[in-house]
């Protein structure tokens, strides 16, 4: 059985070893995940993969996604919210705010960070969004908790829903260093340490009119919902094809015996990539049930791929500092990851 192929083509291998040499000082904590998206906007990588909110193909953004998270998962979670808050600015309402910020995004010379899970708690139903939003002489003011958000680095983008009176639902745009933003110590975490993952508290926030990008949240959500899902997904097809080319010819042995399962897990990594890269193919054509049962099966095959890469590996991959152990970390992530399997299940049990 021939290993699965690398998410992007040969010519991108100094971006696989760039990565790569730097997935360790990352997992320790001796790192962040800053360098890696200036790195890529720097050579235009971002401005190539950056999606528009459009119907167009997202071909490029899955493609870098999966090839940077194949060498470190945390680099790879911190592009996928450089790319959403990139695309929430072209499908929010334009202006001098949204294109000087996506603008700096695509050149990697500032961070995004995507809060907008809530969002989609709130559109399908679950709960409501917890930041709460006045109308100010000028703008709106904010005050609530953002209860988790990445790439909280000091200055970024931070980009979330808020609620208004009645029903009214908003997204803003505002940075982390806006006065009134709190953003609490980062917790001590199992694997992606690096993305600067945290918790915020709003106080009295003002939020300019220019930085009100959107006042229709269900619309909003349904305009970038595909590139939210099929990027996640790239995240973890990603992973999946590292951890099975680094279980491949490994096989032999006593090892022989985990044929059927290597042969299980090829199988259903195949199957998602090849689902995702036809459903980035053509966005537009993407149904809400195809893009979640996508992403919650992704998040499976990564699963199986690096349990597959654990076993196979044996002690050498149980040390902490191996590459095994990391991507075994991180795919215990992507369950909780947002939304999480239990959001994706109960919202898939709406549509039988």
Do not use: K
């Amino acid at each position: 059985m021939s290993a699965p192929p690398p998410a992007a083509e040969a010519a991108a291998e100094p971006l696989s070893s760039w990565f790569a040499e730097r997935a360790a000082a990352l997992d320790g904590g001796g790192d962040d995940t800053r360098a890696g998206l200036r790195w890529l906007g720097e050579r235009g990588l971002l401005a190539q993969a950056a999606p528009d909110g459009s119907d167009a193909p997202l071909t490029p953004g899955v493609r870098l996604v999966e090839e940077v998270s194949a060498c470190c998962l945390s680099s790879g979670f911190s592009l996928w919210a450089q790319l959403m808050a990139h695309t929430y600015l072209r499908v929010g309402a334009p202006g001098a705010f949204a294109q000087g910020w996506s603008a700096r995004l695509r050149a990697g010379d500032a961070v995004g960070c995507t809060a907008l899970a809530p969002a989609l708690r709130d559109v399908a139903g679950l709960e409501p969004v917890p930041v709460l939003a006045r109308r100010a002489a000028t703008g709106l003011r904010l005050d609530g908790p953002v209860r988790w958000a990445s790439n909280l680095f000091p200055g970024a983008l931070l980009i979330l829903p808020v609620r208004l009176d009645g029903d009214r639902r908003a997204v803003v745009g505002l940075t982390t260093d806006t006065p009134g933003v709190r953003t609490h110590e980062p917790p001590a975490l199992l694997a992606l340490g690096a993305t600067a993952s945290s918790a915020l508290t709003l106080e009295g926030v003002r939020v300019p009119d220019e930085a009100v990008l959107a006042d229709d949240l269900p619309a909003f959500v349904a305009r970038v919902r595909p590139t939210f899902l099929l990027l996640q997904s790239a995240f973890c097809t990603g992973l999946a094809g590292a951890a099975l080319r680094a279980a491949e010819g490994r096989l032999t042995g006593v090892n022989a015996t985990l044929a059927e399962d290597a042969s299980t897990a090829h199988a259903c990594y195949e199957r998602v990539r090849s689902r995702l890269h036809a459903l980035a193919a053509e966005p537009g054509l993407a149904d809400r049930p195809a893009l979640l049962r996508l992403r919650l099966d992704a998040a499976h095959a990564a699963g199986l791929a690096t349990r597959l890469e654990s076993t196979v590996l044996g002690g050498a991959g149980f040390a902490v500092g191996s590459a095994t152990n990391r991507r075994l970390r991180e795919a215990a992530f992507l369950p909780i990851q947002s939304p999480t399997e239990g959001q994706l299940r109960w919202e898939l049990s709406q549509f039988d």
